[in-house]
């Protein structure tokens, strides 16, 4: 039997919707729009599904953003997936914003053999990131990074890595001059490539508890002096 997802990304100033049935993309709507989230997200749901010629019914799961990103954005996306979740009795499926950009250059980084870094801007010189390999499998701890010369060259210098997001563009100056760093700023966050991901995460039922369950604001972190990426084992 199929499985028909909806995913909801709202962590930036890009609102993203997406339907899936079976890792496939059947259909998405996004708009950029800051501090628009609030009032367009559930009518984006509403267009896609009457666009898709699909009942709220139909769907088996309700995926969101976890984040991290905008404060706003996010509590935004979580209310409306989980106001879904409860009205259809259908069950919560959660994904990193960063997980989802990552995804965005999987083919990319399976071609030329490189790590995936996607970066959503975190205001000031500070950006969210982390490190995915070409499989999807992540790399290094997801973090809130000032940045500064140097912060990414112990990565850089075993590999070739691409980077995207708006944190990526921010982040030109200080990373075009290496060799092993390829930046895609134009691949910026959405909802429209993780599929295969809701798929996996259905299959080993990683659904989230309706009544716990919060973003990842990922709002502990202080600008001070910051410590090295500790690498996944």
């Not at 909801?8 to 496939?24: K, L, P, Q």
Request: charged share 25%.
């Amino acid at each position: 039997m199929k499985q028909t997802f909806l995913a909801i990304e709202s962590a930036t100033d890009i609102g993203s919707v997406a339907v899936f049935e079976d890792g496939i993309l059947m259909g998405s709507v996004e708009i950029r729009k800051k501090k628009s989230h609030a009032r367009l997200l559930t009518p984006m749901v509403q267009q896609l599904l009457y666009d898709l010629e699909l009942a709220p019914a139909d769907l088996d799961a309700i995926a969101v953003s976890k984040g991290p990103g905008s404060y706003t954005g996010l509590r935004v996306g979580v209310s409306t997936a989980k106001g879904l979740c409860m009205a259809l009795d259908k069950p919560l499926l959660s994904f990193g914003s960063l997980e989802a950009l990552a995804w965005q250059a999987k083919g990319i980084a399976n071609e030329l053999d490189a790590w995936v870094c996607p970066m959503i801007d975190a205001r000031r010189m500070e950006v969210y990131a982390g490190f995915w390999d070409a499989q999807m499998q992540p790399q290094a701890e997801v973090k809130a990074q000032i940045l500064e010369e140097g912060v990414f060259d112990s990565f850089l210098e075993e590999r070739r890595i691409l980077f995207l997001g708006d944190g990526a563009a921010k982040s030109r100056a200080l990373l075009s001059t290496h060799p092993n760093a390829i930046i895609l700023d134009q691949q910026l966050s959405s909802a429209t490539h993780i599929g295969p991901l809701l798929s996996q995460k259905w299959e080993a039922q990683e659904f989230e508890d309706l009544v716990s369950f919060e973003p990842f604001y990922l709002k502990d972190f202080v600008a001070t002096k910051s410590k090295k990426w500790v690498l996944r084992k």
